[in-house]
């Protein structure tokens, strides 16, 4: 499908970025499409050129959902990446029979079997921080209170 009213929503200088995030705005049901520069001489400039500047293009009726969208990529994309820490052993106590068990370090964040009933267990905790859903179109439209 073809945009109907487009406007310009986002330029970078990385057609990899540019192409990653149309497959991101597509996952939530938002229509994009990248364009690139062309030169004054009439040619593509081209994604390996330094001069190169994709632009990424949406229905303006997108325009305020996608703003809320890009502005949560590119705090994502700035913070800092940090190694995994090692953790120790983790021990847990059931919530159906009460006993404890220990878990690999590695586990954290994964729902285990308990040994001795064989229920769910939650080991250690998962870092779901900052990964919650991503708005809906009518909470990104709406005016914050």
């Known amino acids: 499908m073809a945009l109907t009213d487009p406007v310009i929503v986002y330029s970078t200088t990385d057609m990899v970025e540019a192409q990653f995030i149309v497959e991101l705005l597509a996952a939530v049901g938002i229509e994009s499409?990248?364009?690139?520069?062309?030169?004054?001489l009439g040619f593509n400039v081209g994604a390996g050129s330094e001069s190169s500047s994709p632009k990424l293009w949406v229905n303006q009726a997108d325009v305020e959902r996608v703003q809320v969208l890009l502005q949560e990529y590119e705090?994502?994309?700035?913070?800092?990446?940090?190694?995994?820490?090692?953790?120790?052993?983790?021990i847990v106590t059931c919530p159906d029979c009460g006993?404890?068990?220990t878990f690999p370090g590695e586990m954290n964040g994964t729902v285990q079997n308990c040994p001795a009933c064989g229920s769910f267990v939650d080991v250690g905790e998962a870092n779901l921080e900052g990964w919650e859903e991503m708005p809906s179109e009518d909470e990104a439209s709406s005016p914050e209170e």
């Open 99 to 101: 006993k404890t068990s």
């Open 33 to 40: 499409k990248v364009s690139e520069e062309v030169s004054q």
């Open 75 to 90: 705090r994502r994309m700035s913070e800092p990446t940090t190694p995994p820490v090692a953790l120790g052993p983790i």
